[in-house]
C-alpha cells in the first residue's frame, strides 16, 4: 500500500484518496465501498474505468470520516489481498514536494511558480534546478532556491552523469516525490528514468506524437501544420514517448512566422503542463501500460 509517511493514529477527517487498479472481475466497488463504510467514511468522489485492452480496473474514491489512516488501512488489507490490488491511499490536502528543472526558456516556469504561489497547484517547489543561469533571477523572485548544475557534453567535467548525480542527491536532501522538466532541454539518461518513473513530467511543445525531439516549432512550420499544441506527459528513457497526460492544442495559419508559432504555443504550454501536475498531485493519474487513465 503506497502513501507518503504521514501520521497513521490520525483521523481521515481532512478527507483521503484512495487509487487502485487490478485484474478487472465483479464485486470490486462493492467490497471498496462496502469496506469504506465499515469505518463510516463519507464518500465525496467516486470514479471508475475498467480498460478493455488491458484488463485492468482502475477506481479513485475521496473520502473522510472519523476513522485513523491505521482503521482505514486495516479494513482495506483484505480487499486489496482478495483482488490483487495495487492500492494507494493519501492525505487529500498534502501537498507533493516538487523540483522543477528548467533551462533557458522561462515561461512554464513561471506559470508553476505563479500558479504554487497562488494555492491553484497542491504543491510545494523547494529547489528549482537549470543547466544554465537565466532564470536565477525568476526563482529569487519567488524566494525559491536555485542549483546550477551545468551539462557539458561530452567532458569530463559537468558530464550529464556528474550532473545526473547531483540532481539525484538533491531529491533525496529535499524529499522530493514529484521531478517536472519546464522546458529543460537535456535528454535524461535511461537509469534517471527507470529511478523516476511515474514521477517525472515533462512537457513537448508539440502535438505528440507528431514532433519529437528539438525545435518542434521548426519542425511544425516546415510540415505547414494547421495545429501545434503542448503535451505533458511521464518521462521515459524513449525520448517524448511517455504515458500521455494532457494536451492542449492551438489553430495556426499558412501566414504566421516559425516565431508567431512559439508565441502562440507557449499560451498553451503552461497551461498544459500545469494542469497535469495539478491532476498528479491529486493523484487522478493512474498508468495503463503506456497509457494513462485520468480521473479529473
Ligand atoms: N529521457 C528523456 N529525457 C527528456 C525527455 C524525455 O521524454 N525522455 N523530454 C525532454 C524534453 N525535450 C522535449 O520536450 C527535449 C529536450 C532536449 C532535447 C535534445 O535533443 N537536447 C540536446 C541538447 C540540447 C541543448 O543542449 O540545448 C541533447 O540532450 O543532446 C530533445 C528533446 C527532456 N528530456
Redesign the pocket.
Known amino acids: 500500500m503506497s502513501s507518503p509517511s504521514s501520521p497513521t493514529t490520525a483521523a481521515t477527517d481532512q478527507g483521503m484518496v484512495l487509487t487502485l487498479s487490478c485484474p478487472n472481475q465483479k464485486g470490486i466497488v462493492h467490497a471498496v465501498t462496502g469496506a469504506l463504510l465499515e469505518v463510516e467514511a463519507d464518500i465525496t468522489e467516486s470514479q471508475q474505468f475498467d480498460s478493455p485492452d488491458t484488463g485492468t480496473f482502475f477506481m479513485r474514491v475521496e473520502f473522510h470520516g472519523p476513522a485513523t489512516r491505521d482503521q482505514v488501512q486495516s479494513v482495506l488489507d483484505p480487499v486489496r489481498e482478495r483482488f490483487g490490488m495495487e492500492l494507494g491511499l493519501w492525505e487529500a490536502t498534502r501537498r507533493t514536494r516538487t523540483l522543477v528543472m528548467c ?1 533557458k526558456d522561462g515561461r512554464t516556469l513561471n506559470d508553476l511558480l505563479f500558479q504554487q504561489r497562488a494555492g491553484t497547484l497542491p504543491i510545494e517547489i523547494p529547489v528549482i534546478v537549470s ?1 544554465h543561469l537565466e532564470l536565477q533571477s525568476m526563482a529569487s523572485f519567488y524566494g525559491v532556491p536555485f542549483v546550477h548544475i551545468p ?1 557539458v ?1 561530452d567532458s569530463t567535467i559537468n558530464s ?1 552523469e556528474q550532473a545526473e548525480q547531483r540532481l539525484i542527491d538533491l531529491v533525496r536532501q529535499y524529499e522530493i516525490e514529484l521531478v517536472v ?1 519546464a ?8 537509469d ?2 527507470r529511478s523516476l518513473e511515474g514521477r517525472a513530467i ?5 502535438f505528440l506524437p507528431s514532433f ?3 525545435r ?1 516549432y521548426h519542425q511544425a512550420h516546415d510540415r505547414g501544420v494547421k495545429l501545434i499544441g503542448a503535451t505533458a ?1 511521464y ?8 504515458p500521455i497526460i494532457e494536451q492542449e492544442v492551438q489553430r495556426v495559419t499558412h501566414a504566421q512566422t516559425t516565431q508567431d508559432l512559439v508565441n502562440r504555443g507557449r499560451e498553451v504550454e503552461g497551461a498544459t503542463l500545469c494542469r497535469a501536475v495539478r491532476w498528479h498531485a491529486q493523484h487522478r493519474v493512474l498508468l495503463d501500460g503506456h497509457r494513462t487513465v485520468v480521473f479529473n
Open positions: 533551462s543547466n551539462v557534453k550529464k522538466l522546458r529543460y532541454m537535456q535528454v535524461l539518461s535511461d534517471l528514468c515533462n512537457i513537448h511543445h508539440s519529437k525531439g528539438a518542434p506527459h518521462v521515459t528513457a524513449d525520448l517524448d514517448e511517455g
